[in-house]
């Protein structure tokens, strides 16, 4: 999978930039604050019909009414237009210049995966910060998983709703609780399910990607920790009282948590700033051999700032294993110093200086 090119239309500093992209690995080189970043987060947003940075009014470039994303991809099947334009008016995705009404059947029309600075969160941030990264990540793999994700949710705000009226009530009528109840539940079950066959997947590899990254020998792994498994209405229905008392639902898949182990130790609790940052890079590359597996294509990878904390050794043994997947790659970075020169000569260097991009050429 890969982008043929990238038109980006009043996002953030940028009024009109075209980017023509290349396969295998592409450098965006500039000093922090040059508009990079702004770049990556445009396929981002492209991709996820969301950022990961700020709220969408402030994508739009100050004082213009709308921006635009607009890129041609191709994967083993097709060539594709993408395009999304997001107003005050909220967001429309289009494929081909067909509208698609619902951003559910929008999203993983392209693989990416991204490695981010704000991805360490993972390791030692919230409950909330490890589920969203996976649902986001699987629910571009699998489609099935994100419609149920869908059903969960609405189903968990429609039971919350009525707790709260329940709860005003000196003798709730707990039928219709009862009803909703059974419902989330059904959901919650092929959700855990969903999420166990992920951590599974993932653990296939990520050990060794690990070990390749790190030069260490620890054993690394990836665990889920359901909140309710088994039986689960009967788990819920149990826990009315409490539910009622709160005016909210307590168990379920939204309040799921997942756990990196490091040598058999919780790596929140023991592992530095750079073994973080290799722990969320080895689970990016080990998902993009689980989508290699059920898609037989690569996801297109974005590495913002991703030398940061790693020697020279590592930054070209990561590059070669890129070089080597022939994934499209979009990387950002203030320097090639540390780059072998016969990476360089064979890739696409593109300098970006004030929101300015421009591909430089070498020969080699």
Do not use: C
């Not at 970075?333 to 780059?339: G, K």
């Amino acid at each position: 999978m890969k982008l043929d090119n990238i038109s980006l239309y009043n996002f953030r500093n940028y009024h009109k930039q075209e980017v023509e992209l290349n396969k295998g690995v592409n450098f965006f080189v500039g000093q922090n604050g040059s508009g990079k970043t702004n770049l990556l987060e445009a396929i981002y947003f492209l991709a996820f019909a969301k950022s990961y940075k700020t709220s969408e009014s402030n994508l739009i470039r100050f004082q213009h009414p709308f921006a635009r994303i607009q890129a041609k991809a191709q994967d083993n099947l097709r060539s594709y237009t993408l395009k999304l334009i997001v107003s005050e008016n909220g967001k429309r995705a289009l494929i081909n210049n067909v509208e698609i009404k619902k951003l559910s059947d929008y999203i993983g029309s392209i693989n990416v995966l991204s490695f981010l600075p704000e991805d360490l969160a993972i390791i030692k941030g919230s409950p909330r910060d490890r589920r969203y990264y996976i649902d986001l990540i699987y629910g571009q793999i699998d489609r099935h998983y994100l419609n149920e994700l869908g059903n969960y949710k609405g189903l968990l705000k429609q039971r919350n709703e009525l707790l709260k009226r329940l709860s005003e009530s000196q003798k709730p009528d707990l039928v219709l609780l009862d009803v909703i109840t059974e419902q989330l539940s059904a959901s919650a079950k092929q959700i855990v399910k969903f999420r166990k066959r992920f951590v599974e997947q993932i653990n296939m590899s990520l050990k060794t990607m690990y070990q390749f990254l790190s030069d260490k020998t620890e054993t690394f792994g990836f665990e889920y920790h359901p909140s309710a498994e088994g039986d689960i209405e009967k788990i819920l229905k149990s826990k009315y009282k409490t539910d009622l008392i709160l005016k909210t639902t307590n168990l379920g898949p939204h309040r799921d948590d997942y756990d990196f182990i490091l040598d058999s130790k919780p790596a929140k609790d023991t592992a530095s700033q750079g073994e973080q940052r290799i722990m969320v890079l080895a689970l990016v590359l080990a998902i993009a051999e689980m989508i290699y597996h059920i898609r037989k294509e690569r996801p297109i990878f974005l590495l913002d700032d991703v030398f940061s904390e790693l020697d020279s050794k590592r930054q070209n043994r990561l590059i070669k294993y890129l070089i080597k997947l022939n994934a499209q790659t979009i990387i950002t970075t203030t320097s090639l110093d540390h780059i072998e020169s016969s990476i360089w000569h064979n890739s696409s260097i593109y300098n970006v200086t004030n929101n300015s991009i421009r591909e430089e050429h070498y020969n080699g």
